[in-house]
């Protein structure tokens, strides 16, 4: 038997390889995105990036419908965009098997909030599985087909962060062609009208029960009995592993469906024990369960809601046991994160502050102007929301509010859900000054393609969405392109736009420097002669740039040649490197 290392994320795209998936469908979002990525390498399966997570889920609904194994995968507040198809997807079940991935964040390490997904599962009465290695990812991605077809219902895969990103040793198989199922009209299963709904909820109850019976007999939920049996700890995904290691001795339930729980196991398990411990991480979700059931069960008394859970924590909370701090890290430099030497964002948001403008931003590489020394983002809730938020600002404190305030989002996220944002900003009347950053590619995620590039997720061309002629489509008027490097003309640009009483839009063409490697010039030096140390150029943010010995800095190692500090510097300090790259 061939092994592997792979991902949790890869993992999950083995099995759905091995199971027969014909169709995999998703929006790129941190830690989900290489799930999709992988998939697109199998030969047999067709993956694609939609243009969010709701198209992906409905697109993998239809494929279901039509009678093969399909994946949707997301990241957790992706779900949240995607809720409504699987809220009613749950009560149509499906004909090919389904299953949605959600990977979620604890600990927030790339995203807005926590959220626990698991809370999904029970809301939207469908199975949740919890994997807690990428064994166990591939393993279970392959069960939740078989789950999916056999009980008629969509299944929720929920990794988290750690599972998803971190390697270990993975038994491969073959694949294993599923036949398409036939497909048969039938209106009653799958138009979820009010008389049809009606009774499919009737039959979702009935379901749930089964579920419930079937979590009770399934290998995914074990109990691993200890030589101490004092101590019984209920645990799940990467939770499961720490309690392994921090308490070796102690009796385990490991739980790999999480939803629903088995009732009686877990009966059993407390009788077999004299202290029980639900250890979970975010949400108390299977602890509040057990407590219905009149269960006496510790949880959140002892471990927060809030963040990860690690070997360490679980020493301190259930032996008081404090690991050692490291030393030497005290007087590290800090590091925070920023944009790339060379990114085509840094133009317009240096022109941002500069005019001292307000910014409703959005998701994507460009949040990172949000920090010093750009300073130049004020919001930002969630995918497309900066065109909103503005409309909202707008209506709130007036149109004069307008003229010093933009929206801010990248070309991905305006085709995720900015356009209909802006539709709305046109047909009640606000005049916000919409900014466009095409930067022609996903380029947070790790740069996937979009419908602007003119590309698949297999790499093969596409029509590409012209972004100019959509916004004229939504009703827009004004509607101006620019170079983000030239900030000249970027800044007369958006004086004009916010002065404007009308909606406008603004785009800033330019490819991100990663994908747009010809781009890259000779770097820069700074002619110490002419530096008078006003440090106008650090404003800009690169991090090419530093101040060394009373006199600005370029680091030729980093630097680009993208010349948007030479453009600000008023002693002309800053020049092009020559070829020897000497000093001067």
Not at 216 to 223: D, F, G, H, M, V
Not at 257 to 275: H, N, R, S
Not at 441 to 446: C, K, N
Not at 568 to 574: E, F, G, N, S
């Amino acid at each position: 038997m061939v092994k592997k290392l792979l991902t949790g994320n890869a993992a999950v795209a083995q099995g759905a390889w091995e199971a027969g998936v014909r169709v995999v469908s998703a929006y790129p979002g941190t830690p989900s995105t290489e799930i999709t990525e992988c998939a697109a390498a199998y030969e047999e399966i067709y993956a694609e990036w939609a243009p969010n997570e709701k198209v992906a889920v409905e697109s993998a609904i239809g494929a279901s419908i039509g009678g093969a194994r399909a994946l949707a995968a997301m990241k957790h507040v992706g779900l949240n965009v995607a809720a409504d198809p699987l809220f009613t997807v749950g009560y149509t079940g499906v004909n090919g098997g389904l299953v949605i991935v959600t990977a979620d964040d604890p600990g927030m390490h790339s995203s807005q909030n926590e959220q626990d997904n698991r809370l999904y599962g029970r809301a939207a009465k469908v199975p949740v599985l919890e994997p807690s290695d990428s064994q166990e990812a591939k393993d279970f991605t392959k069960l939740a087909f078989t789950i999916s077809e056999a009980f008629d219902t969509p299944v929720l895969l929920r990794l988290t962060t750690r599972i998803a990103h971190s390697q270990s040793l993975v038994a491969l198989g073959e694949r294993e062609e599923s036949e398409l199922v036939p497909y048969e009209k039938n209106a009653a299963k799958y138009v979820a009208m009010p008389a049809n709904a009606r009774k499919l909820h009737v039959m979702v109850e009935e379901r749930l029960q089964k579920l419930a019976a079937y979590s009770e007999t399934t290998e995914l939920n074990r109990i691993e009995w200890g030589d101490d049996r004092k101590l019984g700890i209920i645990a799940s995904g990467a939770v499961y592993q720490y309690v392994k290691e921090a308490l070796p001795n102690a009796s385990v339930l490991k739980i790999g469906m999480a939803f629903p729980l088995p009732k009686q196991l877990i009966t059993d398990f407390a009788a077999g024990v004299e202290k029980l411990i639900v250890i979970e991480e975010l949400e108390a979700f299977m602890e509040d369960t057990i407590k219905s059931w009149g269960i006496p069960v510790v949880g959140k008394e002892l471990f927060s809601p809030i963040g990860e859970i690690f070997t360490e924590t679980i020493k301190e909370k259930i032996l008081g046991e404090t690991a050692p701090r490291l030393s030497g890290g005290e007087n590290l430099p800090n590091r925070p994160p920023v944009l790339c030497p060379g990114c085509p964002h840094r133009g317009i948001f240096y022109v941002l502050h500069k005019l001292k403008l307000n910014v409703s931003g959005d998701i994507g590489c460009y949040t990172l102007a949000a920090v010093p020394p750009l300073n130049a983002m004020d919001t930002t809730i969630c995918m497309g929301a900066s065109i909103g938020v503005a409309h909202g600002m707008e209506k709130a404190r007036g149109k004069e509010f307008s003229r010093k305030t933009v929206a801010v989002l990248g070309d991905s996220t305006f085709l995720h859900s900015g356009i209909t944002g802006l539709m709305n900003t046109v047909y009640n009347g606000s005049t916000v000054t919409t900014i466009i950053l095409d930067n022609s590619i996903t380029a947070m995620t790790g740069h996937q393609e979009n419908p602007a590039t003119g590309k698949t997720a297999k790499g093969e061309p596409a029509p590409s969405v012209d972004l100019e002629a959509m916004v004229r489509a939504c009703g827009v008027k004004r509607v101006r392109v620019v170079d983000p490097f030239d900030l000249v003309a970027t800044e007369q640009v958006v004086r004009e736009e916010v002065a404007a009483a009308e909606p406008s839009v603004i785009i800033t063409k330019r490819p991100c420097i990663l994908i747009n490697r010809a781009a890259m010039k000779q770097p820069l030096l700074v002619e110490k002669e002419k530096c008078i140390n006003c440090g106008i150029c650090l404003g800009v943010g690169c991090p090419a740039i530093a101040r060394k010995d009373g006199k600005a800095r370029i680091d030729s190692a980093q630097c680009v040649g993208c010349g948007v500090c030479a453009s600000v510097c008023p002693k002309d300090a800053i020049v092009s490197r020559e070829k020897d790259g000497a000093e001067r």
